[in-house]
C-alpha cells in the first residue's frame, strides 16, 4: 500500500470517465477512474443523472397515484415494487388482502424476480464479452413477459397490485403458462451451466474477482444476492415473512467467498428456488376473491409511521411511509438495495483491473435509476 | 500432472458451451419479422385510453365529472365540456390525452363512474412530434363508430 | 537487374492485386454477411433478412452507408496518423494473398519463402492498431491499441512455433511444396496440438472474441477504433474480415491440406473449391467460436499465451525436430 | 541506379541521419530509434557489397542476419535499461540518467 | 437475540430517552429510541460494535424541527431497530460515517435534499442533485407547498 | 520494348523506395513526437527491406520486416507506452547540441561519400551474380557449416538479452489485485 501511495500524485496516474455513456454501466452511471496503466487507483461512482424526483413526488401525490412511480424506480422488477408499496400502504391503512391474491401477488412477483435476474444473466454475460447467453436469457424472459403481459397488461411497469388486492383475476391459461414456463426452464439451467457456469473463461473471469468480504458488506449495508455471496443467508422473506412467504419450502442460495463468481452462482440458483415458490403456490393457489371490497377510492390512513421492508431482485427495499391523515403521505422514503451495493465499490474496485471493474460491476447487478430515484 | 488435467478440463468445458451453441443453430427461430408478422396481443393488454362505444346509444357515456382529469397523476388528461341545456348532465365536447406523458396506471378507467374508458389496443404508436402524442378521444370515437357502421353497411350487402 | 524475381512476374503480380483487390472486398463483405447470419441463428433469430435474399445485400448497403458518412476526427487528434492508420491497416492484409496456394497452380506468386511473407507482412497490422489508437487522442482508444501491441508480442511467438512445426516437417517455406505434401494425409493429423495452438494463436492474432480485447467493447466501448466512423471504421472492419480470412486459408494450407480432398480422394471437386470449402469452414468455426464464449481477460491472455501455448508449441517443436531428424 | 555507389551513398545518407539523432536527441528512446538507423545503414552495406563484390552469395547476408539478431537484443537491453530508468527517475531524458553518476 | 441485548444497551446509555417498542411488528420497526443530537455517535457505536448495519438515514421535515432518523439492522430475524433525532433546521449533527462507511453516501444524499450538513462528513458534494445545486427538494418549503405540519401533529 | 518499359518500371521502384527510406529516416530524427519517430522508423526499415528485394535477396527482406518492423519496432512501441514520454512536455533540444550534430554528421556524410565516390570497387576474384545462389537453402546451410559458432553465440547473446531484459524492467507489478 505504502507503493501505491508513492505513485499517487505523479504523472502515471490518469483519470479516465467510466460513462455516463458507456456500454456496461448500465444506465447512466459515471465512474471517475484513476488508473495506472490498466490498474485502478481510485474510483468515484457519480450518480444522480437519472434523478427524478420520485420521494418528492410521493409526497405530492396521493397514495394510488404514487403506485406508477413504484415500478419505474427500479424497472426490472417493478412487480416486487409495487408488491412493496402496497404492502406499506396496506400496512399503514390496515387494509386486509384475500388469500388468493397474496398467492398471485407471490406469483408474479416471483416470476419478476426471475426476468430480473435473467436479464442481470444475460448482461452480466455480455459486460464480459459473452453475447449468446444474452439472447437465450431475453428469449426465456420474453415468456416472463408475456405471462405478465396476460394477467397485468404490460410488460415493464406493470401497476398490477392495488390496495387489497390485485387488479386482475389469473386464469387457468395464466396457470399453463406459468407451469409451461417452469418446465421450460429445467431444461434451459442445464444449458446455461454448460455454456456459463462450467465454462473456464468465465471461471477465470470471475473467481477471486471483487470480493466483498462480510465485514464490508456490512458496513456498507450490502443486502440481496451481494450479501448472501459472502454467506449469510440474510434474506427478507425468509427474516421478515410478508405475504405467504413462510408457508412455501425454499433455499435461501449462499456464497462463501463473497466474489463475482459467487454472487453469480447465488442469483443462479436463486432463479431456481424461485421457480420451487412459483411451483408451490400454484399448486394451493386458493379459490375466492382477489379484491378487498371495502377500500375507498380516496384512501386516508390514520397518522402514523410505516417501515416496510421487502426482498426486491436487487435486496432489501424499504418503504419509509409517514401518514399525516391525509389522502397522500407526508413523507415517502425509499430504502434501495443497489445505493449500498454501488457504495461498496468505492472500496472494492481500488487495486483491480479495468477489465475487472466491469466484472465486479456488472456482478453486483445495479439499477441505476433505482438508486437515482 | 494438475497443469495438464486444468488445460483438459477447460478445454473439454468450452467444448460443452460451444455443444450448446451449435445444437441451438438447427432450431427454429424465435424472433418474427416485426412489421411483416405480428405476435397477437395478449387479452389484458393495455395500450392507451380510448372512449368506449355503447351499443345502445351508440356512442360514449361520458358525463364530464372530471374524476379522470383529477385522478391522473400526470396530467394526461384535458376534458371539456357544455352545458347544451338548462338543466340536465353536461356534454363532452373535447376529450384530449397527451400520451407522451401518460405512464399508463388505469387510474382512469377505475374511476370512471360510467365505465366509459377502456384501454385500446393501440401499440404503434410512433409520433415525430410532441404534437403527435396528443390523441384527441372524441375524434377517435367518430371515426371508429363510422367504421363501424361502414361495416354493418358491408355485413348487411353481404347477407 | 534481377529479372528473376521482378521480371516476368511483375505484370501477373499486378493482374493478381487487382484481382485480389476484388475478391478480398467481396470476400470481406461476404465474410461479414456470414457472420450476422451465424450469430443470428446461434442466437435463434434469423439476422439480416430485409436487403436482398436473405439479406445477401445488407452488407453492401451498409457499406454504401459508410462510404456516404463523414468523415470524423476528434478535435485534438493527430491528423495524419488518424487517416493513415486505416489505410496502413488494409496493405499488409493485401499482401498475404500474394502466396496463398487457391489450387494447384492457382497462385499469383509462388515464392519459396510464402510463409515467411505472410507472417512478415501481419506485424504492419499491429503498428496500424497501434497509429489509429494513439491518433484518436482517446483514452480508450490507446488502451486499446496497448492492449492489442502485448497481445500481438505474445501471440506471435506461438504462431510461428506452430507454423516451424510443419515447415520442418516439408522442408520448405513455400505453400505450394507445403500443399503438395499433404497429398493424402493431412498435417492436422500428424500436428494435432500445432494445429490448436495455431488456430487458438491466429484467432488472437486477429483480435476474435474471445481474445478481442483491444476492441473489448463492454470493457473499452469500441477500442483502437472508437473514434472511427465512416470509411476509417468500415476499413478497420473488412481488414479484420480479410485478415481472418487470409489466417483461415493459411491454416487450410498448412494443417488442412489446402487444395487436397481428404485423404487423396478429390471426389472430382476442383482443388479450389476445397481450398475454399475448408477455408470457409475454419471461418465458420472462429465465428461459432466468437458468439459461445466470454471474453479472456488482458491478463489471463498473456498468462496463457506464455504459460500454455509457447511451452507446448516448442515442446512440440523439439519432439518434431526429433523424430523428422530420425526419419 | 542499381549499383554498388548509389547504395553506398543512401547507406551513408541513413548512418548520417542516425548519427544526427544520436547527437542531438535527450530522448533516450528516440536515441535508440537512431542507433537502428546506423546499424540498418551498415545492414545496407554489407548486402551491397555482397551483392556486387563478394564471390561468397551468403556471407553477406548471413552478417546481415546476424546484426539483426544483435539488434534484437540490444532493443530489448536497451528498452528494458529505458524503462528501468523511467521507474527509478519518471523522466526518460538523457540528463536525468547522468544522475545516476557517482 | 441481538435485537434484545442492544435494547438492553441502549436502555441504560440513554435512561431519559423515551424507547418505543412494537411487539407486532406493525410499523415494521422492532422498537425505536430517540436520541439527542449529541447521542447519535454513541448509538451508531454501539450498533456497530453488535454487528448491525445501517440500513438507512433519512429526515422529516417539520414546520419546527428537522426529525434524522436512522434504521440498522442486523442479519436476525425481526431486529430492526430505528434511532431517531431531532435536529434543530440550524443544527448541524455529527457524522457517524466513521463509524458505518457507508454513512458518507447516505448523509450526502440527507444532505443533498434537506441541506442538513453532518459534521465530520468531509465529502458533502451534492450526490443525487447536480453539482451546483443550492437547493434542497424535500423541504417542504421546496417547489409546491403542500401541508407542513409541525411534530406533535403526526407524533402527537 | 517491354523490356525498356520494365525497367522504367524498376527504375521508378527504386527511386520511390529511396525517397520512403530517406523521408522515413527523416521522420525517424527530426520530429519531436516520439511515435512519429517510431513509425518513421518503420517506414525506413520497411525501404531498406525493399533495397534488400532489389539487391536479390527475398529472405533478407522478409527477416528485415519481421525482425525489424515486426519485433523491434513493436518493442519501442511498447517501451513508449509504458513509460509514456507522450504525455510529458517535450524540452528543447539544445541549440549547441543540434549545431554540433548536424556538423558532426554533415562531416561523416561528406566523407563517406568521397570515399564512396573514389575508390575504384572492384569485383572480388570469382564474383559472379547468381540469383539461384542467393537462395533460403544455400543460407541455412551457411548458418549451420560455416557460421555454426557465430551462430551460436548469437543465440546465447539474445537468450541472455532477454533474460537480462526480463530481469531489468522487471514483470512484478506494483499494486496487487
Same mark, same amino acid.
Given at each position: 500500500?505504502? $507503493? ?10 490518469? =483519470? ?8 456496461? #454501466? ?66 399503514? /391503512? ?55 403481459? &396476460? ?7 406493470? @401497476? ?56 464490508? &458488506? ?103 411511509? %409517514? ?14 438495495? =443497489? ?30 435509476? $433505482?438508486?437515482?430515484? | ?11 473439454? @468445458? ?42 345502445? !346509444? ?15 397523476? @400526470? ?10 341545456? $338548462? ?8 376529450? %384530449? ?63 | ?7 516476368? $512476374? *511483375? ?10 483487390? /476484388? ?107 497501434? #497509429? ?15 492492449? =492489442?501491441? /502485448? ?24 505453400? @505450394? ?7 493424402? %494425409? ?66 487450410? !494450407? ?12 478429390? *471426389? ?60 | ?10 547507406? /551513408? ?90 | ?15 431519559? =430517552? ?26 451508531? #457505536? ?111 | ?21 530517406? +523521408? ?14 517510431? *513509425? ?71 566523407? +563517406? ?18 540469383? !539461384? ?45
Amino acid at each position: 500500500m505504502d $507503493e501505491l501511495e508513492k505513485i499517487e500524485g505523479n504523472e502515471r496516474v490518469y =483519470s479516465l470517465n467510466l460513462g455516463p455513456q458507456h456500454p456496461s #454501466t448500465h444506465g447512466v452511471l459515471r465512474i471517475l477512474l484513476d488508473l495506472d496503466g490498466e490498474y485502478i487507483v481510485k474510483a468515484d461512482p457519480v450518480i444522480g443523472y437519472g434523478h427524478r424526483g420520485h420521494e418528492k413526488m410521493g409526497e405530492n401525490r396521493q397514495y394510488k397515484q404514487f403506485l406508477p412511480n413504484t415500478s419505474r424506480m427500479d424497472y426490472l422488477s417493478g412487480m416486487l415494487y409495487n408488491h412493496g408499496f402496497v404492502l406499506a400502504v396496506e400496512k399503514l /391503512a390496515g387494509i386486509k388482502v384475500p388469500e388468493r391474491a397474496k398467492y398471485i401477488r407471490v406469483i408474479a412477483s416471483e416470476l419478476n424476480r426471475i426476468s430480473s435476474h435473467l436479464l442481470w444473466f444475460g448482461t452480466y454475460l455480455l459486460d464480459l464479452g459473452g453475447i449468446t447467453p444474452f439472447l437465450y436469457a431475453f428469449d426465456d424472459r420474453e415468456q416472463i413477459l408475456d405471462i405478465l403481459d &396476460a394477467i397485468s397488461g404490460s410488460r415493464l411497469t406493470y @401497476s398490477y397490485c392495488r390496495f387489497g388486492g390485485v387488479s386482475r383475476d389469473v386464469d387457468m391459461k395464466f396457470i399453463e403458462m406459468t407451469r409451461a414456463f417452469l418446465k421450460r426452464m429445467e431444461a434451459r439451467w442445464v444449458d446455461y451451466e454448460d455454456l456459463v457456469t462450467k465454462n473456464v473463461i468465465f471461471i477465470h473471469r470471475t473467481r477471486d474477482v471483487g470480493v466483498i468480504s462480510l465485514e464490508l &458488506a456490512r458496513q456498507y449495508g450490502v443486502t440481496g444476492p451481494n450479501l448472501r455471496a459472502c454467506g449469510v443467508a440474510f434474506d427478507v422473506r425468509r427474516s421478515e415473512p410478508y405475504e405467504v412467504y413462510d408457508r412455501f419450502d425454499f433455499e435461501i442460495p449462499t456464497g462463501s467467498k463473497g466474489d463475482a463468481l459467487d454472487r453469480y452462482v447465488v442469483r443462479f440458483r436463486e432463479m431456481q428456488q424461485s421457480c420451487r415458490i412459483i411451483d408451490q403456490a400454484l399448486e394451493h393457489l386458493p379459490e375466492g376473491e382477489i379484491m378487498t371490497p371495502k377500500v375507498p377510492q380516496k384512501l386516508s390512513p390514520p397518522k402514523g409511521e410505516v417501515y416496510t421492508a421487502f426482498e426486491s431482485a436487487r435486496g432489501l427495499t424499504a418503504y419509509y411511509l %409517514v401518514s399525516d391523515g391525509s389522502p397522500g403521505p407526508y413523507r415517502c422514503h425509499i430504502r434501495v438495495p =443497489s445505493f449500498g451495493n454501488l457504495n461498496v465499490l468505492n472500496d472494492v474496485l481500488p487495486g483491480t483491473l479495468v477489465a475487472d471493474a466491469i466484472a465486479i460491476l456488472g456482478s453486483v447487478d445495479l439499477v441505476i435509476p $433505482e438508486i437515482d430515484r | 500432472m494438475g497443469y495438464f488435467k486444468d488445460i483438459f478440463n477447460g478445454g473439454l @468445458s468450452l467444448i460443452e458451451g460451444m455443444g450448446v451453441t451449435a445444437r441451438r443453430l438447427f432450431r427454429p427461430l424465435v424472433t418474427v419479422q416485426y412489421p411483416r408478422k405480428k405476435i397477437p396481443l395478449s387479452s389484458a393488454y393495455r395500450g392507451h385510453i380510448e372512449l368506449k362505444i355503447f351499443g345502445e !346509444s351508440g356512442t360514449h357515456k361520458c358525463i364530464v365529472c372530471l374524476n379522470c382529469e383529477k385522478t391522473c397523476p @400526470s396530467g394526461v388528461i384535458r376534458v371539456q365540456g357544455e352545458k347544451l341545456k $338548462e338543466k340536465g348532465p353536461k356534454t363532452l365536447t373535447s376529450y %384530449v390525452i397527451d400520451f407522451s406523458r401518460c405512464s399508463l396506471c388505469g387510474l382512469c378507467v377505475e374511476i370512471c363512474p360510467t365505465s366509459t374508458l377502456k384501454y385500446s389496443r393501440e401499440y404503434e404508436l410512433v409520433g415525430e412530434t410532441w404534437a403527435d402524442c396528443k390523441i384527441d378521444l372524441l375524434a377517435r370515437l367518430a371515426r371508429q363508430v363510422e367504421e363501424m357502421e361502414a361495416e354493418k353497411k358491408t355485413q348487411g350487402i353481404a347477407a | 537487374m534481377s529479372e528473376g524475381l521482378l521480371g516476368s $512476374e *511483375l505484370f501477373r503480380l499486378i493482374l493478381g492485386l487487382v484481382i485480389v483487390l /476484388a475478391f478480398s472486398q467481396l470476400n470481406a463483405l461476404f465474410l461479414v454477411w456470414l457472420e450476422r447470419k451465424v450469430s443470428g441463428h446461434i442466437q435463434l433469430r434469423p439476422g439480416p433478412m430485409e436487403v436482398g435474399p436473405h439479406g445477401l445485400l445488407q452488407t453492401i448497403i451498409d457499406g454504401v452507408k459508410l462510404v456516404g458518412k463523414e468523415l470524423i476526427m476528434p478535435l485534438k487528434a493527430d491528423r495524419k496518423l488518424f487517416f493513415l492508420a486505416p489505410v496502413l491497416v488494409f496493405t499488409p492484409v493485401l499482401v498475404g494473398f500474394l502466396v496463398l496456394p487457391f489450387g494447384p497452380g492457382l497462385i499469383i506468386h509462388d515464392m519459396n519463402v510464402g510463409v515467411l511473407l505472410v507472417f512478415a507482412f501481419s506485424t504492419i497490422t499491429v503498428l496500424a492498431i497501434l #497509429t489509429g489508437g494513439w491518433a484518436s487522442n482517446n483514452k480508450y482508444a490507446l488502451l486499446g491499441a496497448v492492449r =492489442s501491441v /502485448a497481445q500481438n508480442v505474445a501471440y506471435e511467438i506461438p504462431l510461428l512455433l506452430a507454423v516451424m512445426s510443419v515447415v520442418l516437417m516439408v522442408h520448405s517455406l513455400s505453400f @505450394s511444396q507445403i500443399v503438395a505434401s499433404q497429398k493424402t %494425409v493431412w498435417f492436422v493429423f500428424i500436428q494435432p496440438l500445432a494445429c490448436l495452438i495455431y488456430l487458438i494463436a491466429a484467432t488472437a492474432e486477429t483480435n476474435r472474441a474471445p481474445f478481442d480485447i483491444p476492441e473489448a467493447e463492454s470493457e473499452l466501448v469500441a477500442g483502437f477504433h472508437t473514434e472511427y466512423g465512416g470509411m476509417g471504421f468500415g476499413l478497420f472492419f473488412l481488414a479484420e474480415y480479410t485478415n481472418m480470412f487470409i489466417v483461415c486459408a493459411v491454416a487450410t !494450407s498448412l494443417f488442412f491440406g489446402g487444395w487436397n480432398g481428404p485423404f487423396g480422394i478429390s *471426389l472430382g471437386i476442383p482443388g479450389v473449391f476445397w481450398f475454399l470449402i475448408k477455408t470457409y469452414f475454419l471461418i465458420f468455426v472462429i465465428m461459432w467460436v466468437r458468439w459461445t464464449f466470454p471474453r479472456v481477460r488482458f491478463d489471463q491472455l498473456m498468462n496463457f499465451s506464455w504459460k500454455v501455448l509457447i511451452p507446448l508449441s516448442l515442446v512440440n517443436l523439439v519432439i518434431t525436430a526429433i523424430v523428422v531428424k530420425i526419419i | 541506379m542499381n549499383c554498388l555507389s548509389t547504395y553506398l551513398i543512401i547507406s /551513408a545518407l541513413l548512418f548520417s541521419l542516425g548519427l544526427l539523432g544520436i547527437l542531438q536527441r535527450r530522448n533516450l528512446i528516440g536515441m535508440l530509434i537512431s542507433v537502428e538507423l546506423l546499424l540498418n545503414a551498415a545492414n545496407l552495406n554489407f548486402m551491397a557489397y555482397n551483392r556486387f563484390l563478394v564471390s561468397d552469395p551468403v556471407t553477406g547476408q548471413v552478417i546481415t542476419l546476424f546484426v539483426m539478431g544483435l539488434a534484437a537484443a540490444e532493443a530489448a537491453i536497451g528498452l528494458s535499461i529505458i524503462l528501468a530508468l523511467y521507474r527509478k527517475m519518471h523522466s526518460i531524458n538523457i540528463e536525468a540518467a547522468q544522475k545516476m553518476k557517482g | 437475540m441481538k435485537i434484545n441485548d442492544i435494547e438492553a444497551r441502549m436502555h441504560s446509555k440513554f435512561p431519559e =430517552s423515551p424507547l418505543n417498542r412494537d411487539d407486532t411488528g406493525g410499523t415494521g420497526v422492532q422498537w425505536s429510541i430517540a436520541v439527542p443530537i449529541s447521542g447519535i455517535r454513541d448509538a451508531a #457505536t454501539e450498533f456497530d460494535a453488535a454487528g448491525f448495519f445501517l440500513e438507512s438515514i433519512t429526515a422529516l421535515d417539520f414546520e419546527d424541527t428537522f426529525e434524522l432518523v436512522y434504521h440498522f439492522n442486523c442479519y436476525e430475524p425481526g431486529s430492526r431497530a430505528s434511532v431517531r433525532m431531532l435536529c434543530g433546521h440550524d443544527e448541524v449533527p455529527p457524522s457517524i460515517c466513521d463509524i458505518f462507511r457507508g454513512a458518507v453516501w447516505l448523509e450526502r444524499e440527507v444532505h443533498d435534499f434537506f441541506g442538513i450538513k453532518f459534521s465530520g462528513n468531509a465529502d458533502m458534494r451534492p450526490l443525487l442533485l447536480p453539482e451546483d445545486a443550492d437547493y434542497h427538494p424535500l423541504r417542504k418549503t421546496f417547489g409546491k407547498v403542500g401541508a407542513y405540519h409541525k411534530r406533535e401533529v403526526i407524533y402527537g | 520494348m517491354e523490356t525498356s518499359g520494365l525497367n522504367f518500371i524498376l527504375q521508378a521502384a527504386f527511386w520511390v523506395t529511396v525517397a520512403l527510406t530517406v +523521408a522515413g529516416a527523416s521522420i525517424a530524427v527530426f520530429p519531436r513526437n516520439i511515435l512519429y519517430n517510431v *513509425l518513421g522508423l518503420a517506414l525506413a526499415l520497411t525501404g531498406i527491406a525493399g533495397f534488400y528485394l532489389f539487391l536479390g535477396s527475398l529472405f533478407v527482406a522478409l527477416m528485415q520486416l519481421l525482425i525489424y518492423v515486426g519485433a523491434i519496432c513493436i518493442a519501442i512501441v511498447f517501451a513508449i507506452m509504458l513509460s509514456r514520454p507522450l504525455h510529458m512536455e517535450a524540452l528543447p533540444r539544445p541549440r549547441a547540441k543540434v549545431w554540433l550534430g548536424i556538423l558532426g554528421s554533415a562531416v561523416f556524410f561528406i566523407g +563517406a561519400v568521397s570515399v564512396a565516390l573514389k575508390t575504384k570497387w572492384l569485383p572480388a576474384a570469382g564474383h559472379v551474380y547468381n540469383s !539461384s545462389q542467393w537462395s533460403v537453402q544455400n543460407i541455412g546451410n551457411a548458418l549451420l557449416t560455416r557460421y555454426e559458432l557465430v551462430f551460436e553465440v548469437i543465440s546465447l547473446v539474445l537468450l541472455v538479452a532477454i533474460i537480462g531484459a526480463v530481469i531489468t524492467a522487471g514483470f512484478s507489478r506494483r499494486i496487487s489485485s
